[in-house]
């Protein structure tokens, strides 16, 4: 199902004069915000873009191929991989900076131009406002899991505000993840669905059914329901080994620079999202190969001898991943509670850190007390560093591998020359 | 499990787990093991029968509709205040402290609660979120009370219960007092998890559940070091 050539380009020209004179406002604010040296441009174009013309989302995504992907994790990488295998068909706008609110949204289209096609990582508490205002092909929900305890929804709200938002356009073609009961329950009553199977090691927020509060019962990969029909539906997308296997029972090798299996997750995900625009996996998986980092994450910098490979883990699911995918070497952790992390800390002891025994651990950054009253309680050796030079210092030659949370992972990001 | 075996239950994890209490069970694990003495711990979920014979139980935060389920499981289940009644010691937190009281509020209405502490609880005009400090009763002999409280409730004691601490950061209770205590039953607003930031309310714990008057000192270098950078903080907040 090709349709790129059915497509109606969008050009500047087609704009209505408002959303003209906002993308070109937008533009160059983003241009400007960049040379001044306070970010990447990716939010400012676009907030200053929208006060112009609050529809200017809706007119920049008027005739694009959209897809968006959302979820707690995953979602960067994930945009990442599904933007470059639509890339088979033609030039693909994406907010590869995360920034992954509306404001980023417009900033990522206008900044792209006239593209066929779209790929857009969404914020999941937008996700309901962004499918109004891009009428989407495809959305791809990912993954529900416990995220910034003092500010965000609880995961059955978020279930329920995306089956709300499903509902209401069931022409949209959902692509969802078939071992997440969250997920499942908000997408299993829309008219279109291809179910994928990533794997969930975090399992900790779906122990009660969002149908009917009974408790939920898994085995060997399977789930159900004990209370009503509710169970894990037929997926036609599954990782298997070290490769994906595709509806039609082909396996494909999947041979990616990103580490760990999430990250092959990630990419069956990507690749059933191409399909659903007509990219055959033989296509694409190459096209996956060449995703080196994702906005710094999994970017491996060499530094005196050292080379450095920075993990982000946001959460308990994401930080019990970052262990899958880190190497058994010197391994530094950061955390910080700044407001875009949420200011509370409890959620360390939804985590377990004993993978990490037999590694030497260095703990740092702002909160690194909390960490240090964590690993005691769980028997894990480490020592406190102030700075990062302090922890490379610390280190012998080889690998080191960096997990940290997400202002922590943007400090140390910057003491790296914001490497990409 | 045997007699000098100490049982810690944790309550319905799979309903009152929002806010990392599981680290209070990992904590009062530990310290009593580096103390050698033995224990054990029991996860027990909302559909088994909660034991009425362990020493020490927990029960952790969590929103309005499993705190309600919660609390009319335990009512129906009865095992929790019949160990109660035989002088188990209880750390409750957060919507775990509000339902141990005679009523408190969920999904808009007035849910009964297990009656376990002379206190009841409401709503406030705004959600109390952010770092709480307080001067815990001085019969208890502890130091200051830190802890992260993110709560919409607000709680009032009554004559049978004490409060645990004066606020002097924070809102807890009501903007004056923080927590109560009872007996061996203590209620607190405060995550972080509760014990990892007080590590001497984990000792009292202990000394009720086993009847000592003191325990041998632990290594309390860094979370003497949390302490003392939290108290800080949210003196400055
Ligand atoms: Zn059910």
Known sequence: ?420 | MSESTLRIVWIYPDLLSTYGDRGNMLILARRAALRGIPVETYSIRSDQAMPATADIYLIGGGEDGPQALAAQRLIADGGLHRAVAQGAAVLAVCAGYQLFGASFFAKGAQCAGLDLLDIRSDRGETRAVGEVRGDIDPRLGLPPLTGFENHGGRTHLGPGVAPLARVTAGIGNDGQTEGAWHGKILGTYAHGPALARNPAIADLLLRWAIGADSLAPLDDTWADRLRGERLAAAGAA
């Open chain 1, 1 to 420: 199902m090709s349709v790129s050539g059915t497509l109606v380009a969008v050009t500047d020209g087609k704009l209505p004069l408002r959303a003209k004179v906002a993308t070109s406002v937008s533009r160059t604010a983003a241009a400007l915000s960049r040379a001044a040296g306070r970010g990447d441009g990716s939010v400012i174009g676009g907030w200053i873009g929208l006060k112009i013309d609050p529809d200017l989302l809706r007119n920049l995504a008027a005739g694009r191929a959209i897809a968006l992907v959302s979820g707690t994790n995953g979602k960067t990488t994930t945009t990442r991989f599904a933007a470059a295998a639509l890339g088979v068909l033609g030039p693909v706008a994406t907010n590869s900076f995360g920034a992954n609110m509306p404001t980023g949204h417009t900033s990522a289209l206008a900044k792209a131009g006239a593209t066929p096609f779209a790929v857009l990582e969404v914020d999941e508490h937008y996700l309901a406002r962004v499918i109004e205002e891009t009428h989407p092909r495809v959305v791809a929900l990912l993954n529900l899991s416990r995220d910034q305890l003092d500010r965000a929804k609880e995961v059955a709200m978020m279930a329920q505000m995306w089956r709300t938002a499903l509902a209401a356009h069931p022409d949209v073609h959902v692509v969802a993840n078939a071992d997440d009961p969250m997920v499942v329950w908000s997408a299993v009553n829309t008219g279109q669905v291809t179910w994928f199977s990533a794997g969930q090691r975090w399992t900790d927020d779906s122990w009660v059914c969002p149908e009917c509060g009974s408790p939920i019962n898994r085995a060997q990969g399977d789930w159900w329901c004990t209370g009503c029909p509710l169970r894990r539906p037929q997926a036609q997308w599954t990782v298997e080994d070290d490769g994906v296997l595709d509806p039609r029972g082909d396996w494909h090798l999947v041979k990616l620079q990103l580490p760990g299996h999430v990250n092959l997750g990630n990419a069956a995900t990507a690749l059933a999202v191409a399909a659903e625009f007509g990219v055959r996996p033989i296509e694409a998986v190459p096209r996956l190969a060449s995703v080196a980092s994702v906005a710094g994450r999994y970017a491996q910098v060499d530094r005196d001898g050292r080379n450095i490979r920075l993990l982000l883990a946001k959460n308990p699911a994401s930080w019990l991943e970052a262990f899958d995918m880190a190497e058994v070497a010197p391994t530094l952790l950061s955390i910080n509670a700044r407001d875009p992390d949420g200011f509370d800390t409890s959620w360390l002891y939804d985590v377990d850190f004993s993978p990490l025994r037999g590694r030497p651990v260095l703990i740092t950054g702002d909160r690194a007390y909390d960490l240090a009253v964590r690993l005691e309680v769980n028997e894990v050796p480490f020592r406190h560093v102030k700075t990062f030079d302090e922890a490379i210092r610390a280190t012998p030659p080889g690998r080191l591998e960096v997990i940290a949370n997400y202002t922590a992972f943007q400090d140390i990001r910057a003491e790296l020359d914001r490497v990409n």
